[in-house]
């Protein structure tokens, strides 16, 4: 099955915004609002940042927040930190107990 | 705090099946409301969903991958497991076993990975 498109890399200087987005189709995103975030640093395990769209499990900062529009999922990340430097992956429900990700995003601080 | 571990050999022939055991430590396997599943991650590339099952068994499978995996519980041991069979060089990657939280109740909708482990590195090769 396809991978939910998102794009290769993203940056931005410490202090400032940078949004993320995450595109599927009307039989993914654009059906559920099941979608969740997750930072990756290198060698090291995935951890949830965003889920159900909005939602921020305890201990995320809000720094990061979520939202949606049509097939189109974003990530957006205020506030800029050195530490926020990572890859990024969405995921998204499709129904009939099908789950997918997307391809990653790095995200780079400058 | 709930740990999750995966273990496994690390090097399979080509044409052969992989196995990983994820053992589960600090809370139960058997919890209703969860489901517990295989990720994977090739070198350099995205996640991968493998699929996930319940305390009771059931399974649920990423459709380009079904004909070849087989994933089970071992309730006794808190332990899951990942067959992947007919294996070849594309199926070398990073696997990861992650709590997969699949319920919704008067709260909200609960539908996302939240506890990982740290990923075992599976190479297929001769």
């Known amino acids: 099955q396809s991978a939910l498109t998102q794009p290769p890399s993203a940056s931005g200087s410490p202090g400032e915004s940078v949004t993320i987005s995450c595109t599927g189709t009307i039989s993914d995103v654009g059906a559920y609002n099941y979608i969740s975030w997750y930072q990756q640093h290198p060698g090291k395990a995935p951890k949830l940042m965003i889920y159900e769209v909005t939602k921020r499990p305890s201990g995320v900062p809000d720094r990061f927040s979520g939202s949606k529009s049509g097939n189109t999922a974003s990530l957006t990340v205020s506030g800029l930190q050195v530490e926020d430097e990572a890859d990024y992956y969405c995921n998204s429900y499709k129904g009939s107990n099908n789950w997918v990700f997307g391809g990653g995003t790095k995200l780079t601080v400058l | ?126």
């Open chain 2, 1 to 126: 705090q709930l740990q999750l571990q995966e273990s496994g050999p690390g090097l399979v022939k080509p044409s052969e099946t992989l196995s990983l055991i994820c053992t589960v430590s600090g809370g139960s396997i058997s919890s209703s409301n969860y489901y517990w599943g295989w990720i994977r991650q090739p070198p350099g590339e995205g996640l991968e969903w493998i699929g996930s099952i319940n305390y009771s068994g059931t399974t649920y499978y990423n459709p380009s991958l079904r004909t070849r995996v087989t994933i089970s519980v071992d309730t006794s041991k808190n332990q899951f497991s990942l067959k992947l069979s007919s294996v070849t060089a594309a199926d070398t990657a990073v696997y990861f076993c992650a709590r997969h939280s699949y319920y919704y109740d008067s709260s909200g909708s609960y539908y996302y990975f939240d506890y990982w482990g740290q990923g075992a590195l599976d190479t297929v090769s001769s």
